[in-house]
């Protein structure tokens, strides 16, 4: 029936043109399209936990509200054992301290970079690179507090407030998720309505294997990160793969935060051998090579059932058309608006299904109008 | 846990023989996964020959299964309150047997395939009494046929 039969080539080219429309018009919602997507990852990962308590016997709200108060309670007793053991007792200015001590290693390996650039390249040097550096480096510590630190905390202060939306879009997809998911049902017609159900549930069912994908993607980026800065003798290779693979979900501007982050620590760790630091940038490189080519068509692109080829190619088309925002949006959209586009190509099309949907009309008509014949 | 009370929709499901081993709390949350559905005198529920996604209980009105050609003598079975029908679809994916017609106006509860099976996996005991209560049905329906009855409910 339906679901076995192959979607046609103008069903897929509509597929294509409404995930790039869509695209297009997302990227001027961003404030609300990043909550929403952290909302559902919470959703997701809250959803079993709120059925147990459902069956132990608690009411919808108060499964929910317990579910919610369980992850986030976790969460923060997790940040402050993180804080509590990476800074001693009474010593207030461990951050500050570790925070310089990287931004100098970091600082160190750039100019190490570029006077070893000089020797190599003549040409370089007859250029003043080191000091035309070093001046810009210098302008920018400078002047960062001045130029750049208000408008990083704008920045921030504007998309905490969005971000703060996360938990409440989870909280009430907890809470009245189903409600809603019968609210639209109810709205479609006798004729459609089996099918809707198993619209609605394949829609639910892409997201779910997407954030499903994205966190095995998360494990493997943080794997093989690990791994490699291990090989090269960097230290807490996992941390750094962790938070770097985490970083990634944010593609391009993630992967390149992520990168700095590796190079600084490298640099730090190793002053006197910037061969480590050349190594975790090489190791970065083929580390998102992987990601990009390998890992991500074969567990997002596999977990949204879209041919790899197609996965690349569209993270292609997102980016040229949405930028960061397109790249990161790109892949759930299309898998979102396939499985919508193609049952309700079928649907339109399905002769039958609309003879009755016409007749139960007539009936309703008839019905509606049975005691006024004039 | 204080057993809850059970609203009328839901005292209805319990006289039902497929929630009748169910407990308050079982039927409780079996009833926020199904979809309630109504439909006209004469309007037509499902096709034969349609994948089958859901179960159907007949909260009220009557319901009529018909299989055969349009036209000819067609095999044909009737269904009142309490009564359920497309149950195979839960069980698989294979088209309805039989076209379903509501003869009243009608109230359904339909549970939907991937509601029921997602249930079997995450609750082992309200999945195991609602199976149970399946394969009653289809043994019974069984015997009927062996004894030379012909039924229809198996769709």
Known sequence: MIRDEHTGPVVWTGIIGVTCLLLVLLEHMLWLVLPFIFGTMMYYMLLEPKQRLLRAGFSRDVATVLACALFFGTLALLALAVLSWTSAPGDDDNWRDSIGLYLDGGVAFVRNTMALLETKFPLLAEMRLTSVVNRYVQAYIDNFAQRYL??????????????????????????????????????????????????????????????????????????VLGFGLWVIGVSSPLLLGFISAVLAWVPFV??????????????????????????????????RLLDDFVFMPLTLGRSLQIHPLVTVLMIFVGGTLSGVAGLMLVLPLLGVVMVVGETLGRLVTHPRLRARHRYARQLRDKQASADLKV | MKSPTLSPRQHRLHGASLFRSLKPLELKFVDGLMHERRYLKDEIIFDEGEE????????????????????????????????????????DNSPRSAQARALDACEMAVFFRDDFLALMETDAVIGYKISLALARHIGQRLRFQLDGHAQLEAL
């Open chain 1, 150 to 223: 208000a408008s990083i905390l704008v920045t921030v202060a504007g998309w905490l407030p969005s971000l703060l939306l996360a938990p409440f879009l989870a909280f009430f997809f907890l809470r009245d998720g189903l409600h809603f998911k019968k609210f639209l049902a109810r709205a479609v017609p006798n004729a459609y309505f089996e099918h809707t159900l198993f619209l609605l549930h394949q829609v639910d069912q892409t997201a779910r294997r997407y954030f499903e994908g994205l966190l095995k993607l998360t494990v493997l980026d943080t794997i």
């Open chain 2, 52 to 91: 089958g996604q859901a179960l159907y209980l007949v909260m009220s009105g009557r319901v009529q299964l018909s299989r055969g050609p349009e036209g000819s003598l067609r095999l044909q079975t009737e269904l009142g309150p309490g009564s359920f029908f497309g149950d195979l679809a839960l069980l």
């Open chain 1, 254 to 287: 993630g992967s390149v935060v992520g990168c700095v982050m590796v190079v600084i620590v490298a640099a730090t760790d190793a002053p006197s051998n910037p061969l480590v630091a050349y190594g975790a940038i090489v190791v970065f490189i083929l580390a």
